[in-house]
């Protein structure tokens, strides 16, 4: 079964730290790029970050850039997040998703196929 | 940014519907759309990438449409389990951003 599973979530003190994991299972997860996604309480979706398969290339949202880490480890099938500098604006479910692509001629659609349930992060004194 | 703007932000509807939901997006992003149903308490699932392209095991109730701007996603005769929230998402430029999404509701 394909399958994400995040950890590490939890409640940490405003300009404190954490590292979110992401064990991944039942595909190969050295082929797949991947995202880390966010839900702050009642709203919507964040795209947060992103990483290729191979960790060479990595994007950030504005609001974390500077602040957050993303990386992996293949060799563990693992994604993470490491988050710094926390603000109470970060208190979310953090999602990770596998990034799937369809290939035409022209075109390369991206799109997020497998997510994992989410880990709980709350920043607050 | 590119954004995404959702309508209605909230919709009643029955058992049987057909519903439309749009999607506009602040400027032309070709047919790099994707639409995601997400359950309270639950990660999102994905419905519909490439605008009109239907993921693998989502029932054909569903569908998209539209390119450059403005995108529909329809449910074709509503379902007790289709109501959730359904959020739209560009894959044309980094960051991918979503659609403030759109709550169906049971009338």
């Known amino acids: 079964e394909v399958q994400l599973v995040e950890s590490g979530g939890g409640l940490v003190q405003p300009g404190g730290s954490l590292r979110l994991s992401c064990a991944a299972s039942?595909?190969?997860?050295?082929?797949?790029?991947m995202n880390w996604v966010r839900q702050a309480p009642g709203k919507g979706l964040e795209w947060v970050s992103y990483?290729?398969?191979?960790?060479?290339?990595?994007y950030y949202a504005d609001s974390v850039k500077g602040r957050f880490t993303i990386s992996r480890d293949n060799a563990k099938n693992s994604l993470y997040l490491q988050m710094n500098s926390l603000r109470a604006e970060d208190t979310a479910v953090y999602y990770c998703a596998r990034v799937g692509v369809v290939i035409t001629t022209y075109s390369y659609y991206y799109y997020m196929d497998v997510w994992g349930k989410g880990t709980t992060v709350t920043v607050s004194s | 940014d590119i954004q995404m703007t959702q309508s209605p932000s909230s919709l009643s509807a029955s058992v049987g519907d057909r519903v439309t939901i749009t999607c506009r997006a602040g400027q032309s992003i070709s047919s790099y759309l994707n639409w995601y149903q997400q359950k309270p308490g639950k990660a999102p699932k994905l419905l519909i990438y490439?605008?009109?392209s239907l993921q693998s095991g989502v029932p054909s109730r569903f569908s998209g449409s539209g390119s450059g701007t403005d995108f529909t996603l329809t449910i074709s005769s509503l379902q007790p389990e289709d109501f959730a929230t359904y959020y739209c998402q560009q894959s044309y430029s980094t960051p991918h951003t979503f659609g403030q999404g759109t709550k169906l509701e049971i009338k």
């Open positions: 490439a605008a009109s």
């Open positions: 039942g595909f190969t997860f050295s082929s797949y790029e």
């Open positions: 990483i290729s398969s191979s960790g060479s290339t990595i």
